[in-house]
């Protein structure tokens, strides 16, 4: 099939059934466009939403942004996962505000300099934010080509041949079209597994499907070692407020709160003894897992209440208030055990 015909089945496609009003399509500019793709970095649309809306809403531009601490940056994020995202939100509205006046740089070169921006990223910026002609080329688009041309995935230099099929196929006019399009195919209908090739536009002239390759022909998987860990939570409560602990030099978490955590019970013990704390009273909570991109945490949470304490609010320690909450970033597990706490 020829680039033209490519084109124009994919768009004739997105005309009826692509997606047209996700939050960041609406009334849309290169701050929203931006937001929403770093959120939609390793995270699904239904995931992101709420999140994204929640942000747009507190922080709706880029001069707010930039003056907006990373704690509380990190607060609004807070149970979407993979932090670094944020951060790097929160280091690009510094420079943004340094070196471009508030304002997203609607070049490539620029663009692509920013923290957490790559090439697909920059792409998605400069094609939905600014109306520009560029390249796009996400996991689904990525499964799109891979299947349409039966590409071998073993190919050393696989991501520079889909870069140049995309830049191909791109049209310079209509180019968000044809980007929102080919993702949508990749994400509703070539998907992982069970692809929906009866509905596909693409599929009388789909490699993989003529073959019968299609669950065969995708991404080599990763295999990735999972750790099991065991983790002690050690939930000190006085009142209406719950100690935490700011993880500057962990190694999951960085820059959140949490309780402090131990990795075996007589540490909790030796952290009670040090404090001089007295307990008052000890409740139960149960055990739980969470899962991490390479490692599994085995919680084991022990929440204790105490009447007096000498503890100060200060090195990166706090006394949380569950009625008048602080504006932190606090990991899913926290955020699980003091919904747990404070109902």
Same mark, same amino acid.
């Given at each position: 099939?020829?680039?033209?015909?490519?084109?124009?089945?994919?768009?004739?496609?997105?005309?009826?059934?692509?997606?047209?009003?996700?939050?960041?399509?609406?009334?849309?500019?290169?701050?929203?466009?931006?937001? @929403?793709?770093?959120?939609?970095?390793?995270?699904?649309?239904?995931?992101?939403?709420?999140?994204?809306?929640?942000?747009?809403?507190?922080?709706?531009?880029?001069?707010?942004?930039?003056?907006?601490?990373?704690?509380?940056?990190?607060?609004?994020?807070?149970?979407?996962?993979?932090?670094?995202?944020? /951060?790097?939100?929160?280091?690009?509205?510094?420079?943004?505000?340094?070196?471009?006046?508030?304002?997203?740089?609607?070049?490539?070169?620029?663009?692509?300099?920013?923290?957490?921006?790559? /090439?697909?990223?920059?792409?998605?910026?400069?094609? &939905?934010?600014?109306?520009?002609?560029?390249?796009?080329?996400?996991?689904?688009?990525?499964?799109?080509?891979?299947?349409?041309?039966?590409?071998?995935?073993?190919?050393?230099?696989?991501?520079?041949?889909?870069?140049?099929?995309?830049?191909?196929?791109?049209?310079?006019?209509?180019?968000?079209?044809?980007?929102?399009?080919?993702?949508?195919?990749?994400?509703?209908?070539?998907?992982?597994?069970?692809?929906?090739?009866?509905?596909? +536009?693409?599929?009388?002239?789909?490699?993989?499907?003529?073959?019968?390759?299609?669950?065969?022909?995708?991404?080599?998987?990763? $295999?990735?070692?999972?750790?099991?860990?065991?983790?002690? &939570?050690?939930?000190?409560?006085?009142?209406?407020?719950?100690?935490?602990?700011?993880?500057?030099?962990?190694?999951?978490?960085?820059?959140?709160?949490?309780?402090?955590?131990?990795?075996?019970?007589?540490?909790? @013990?030796?952290?009670?003894?040090?404090?001089?704390?007295?307990?008052?009273?000890?409740?139960?909570?149960?055990?739980?897992?969470?899962?991490? @991109?390479?490692?599994?945490?085995?919680?084991?949470?022990?929440?204790?209440? $105490?009447?007096?304490?000498?503890?100060?609010?200060?090195?990166?320690?706090?006394?949380?208030?569950?009625?008048? +909450?602080?504006?932190?970033?606090? +990991?899913?597990?926290?955020?699980?055990?003091?919904?747990?706490?404070?109902?």
């Amino acid at each position: 099939m020829t680039s033209l015909k490519f084109f124009q089945k994919i768009l004739n496609w997105f005309h009826f059934h692509g997606r047209k009003n996700l939050p960041w399509q609406i009334k849309k500019n290169p701050y929203k466009v931006w937001i @929403s793709e770093i959120m939609l970095q390793q995270t699904q649309v239904n995931t992101v939403i709420p999140y994204y809306k929640n942000f747009i809403k507190l922080l709706p531009n880029t001069k707010i942004l930039s003056e907006t601490s990373l704690d509380t940056i990190l607060n609004i994020w807070s149970g979407l996962g993979y932090y670094a995202r944020a /951060k790097n939100i929160y280091k690009t509205s510094k420079i943004l505000k340094e070196k471009f006046c508030n304002k997203l740089p609607n070049n490539f070169n620029d663009i692509i300099k920013l923290p957490g921006i790559g /090439k697909s990223t920059a792409g998605a910026i400069l094609s &939905f934010g600014f109306n520009l002609y560029s390249c796009i080329l996400d996991g689904n688009i990525k499964r799109v080509l891979i299947r349409y041309y039966g590409i071998n995935i073993n190919d050393k230099k696989l991501e520079k041949l889909l870069w140049k099929k995309i830049q191909s196929l791109t049209p310079i006019h209509n180019t968000a079209k044809f980007n929102q399009a080919c993702m949508d195919v990749g994400s509703l209908i070539c998907k992982k597994s069970n692809p929906k090739c009866n509905i596909c +536009p693409l599929y009388n002239t789909c490699e993989s499907f003529k073959n019968k390759q299609l669950l065969t022909i995708y991404h080599k998987k990763k $295999i990735i070692s999972i750790t099991t860990k065991k983790t002690w &939570f050690l939930i000190v409560q006085y009142h209406t407020r719950i100690f935490l602990e700011k993880q500057n030099d962990s190694k999951i978490w960085k820059n959140l709160f949490c309780f402090p955590k131990f990795s075996c019970q007589n540490k909790v @013990s030796l952290w009670i003894k040090k404090h001089d704390i007295k307990i008052n009273q000890t409740l139960a909570l149960k055990n739980f897992q969470h899962a991490l @991109s390479n490692l599994k945490l085995y919680i084991i949470p022990i929440w204790i209440k $105490i009447n007096h304490h000498s503890i100060i609010s200060k090195n990166n320690k706090l006394w949380y208030d569950l009625e008048k +909450p602080q504006n932190i970033g606090l +990991p899913k597990p926290i955020i699980k055990i003091l919904n747990k706490i404070y109902l």
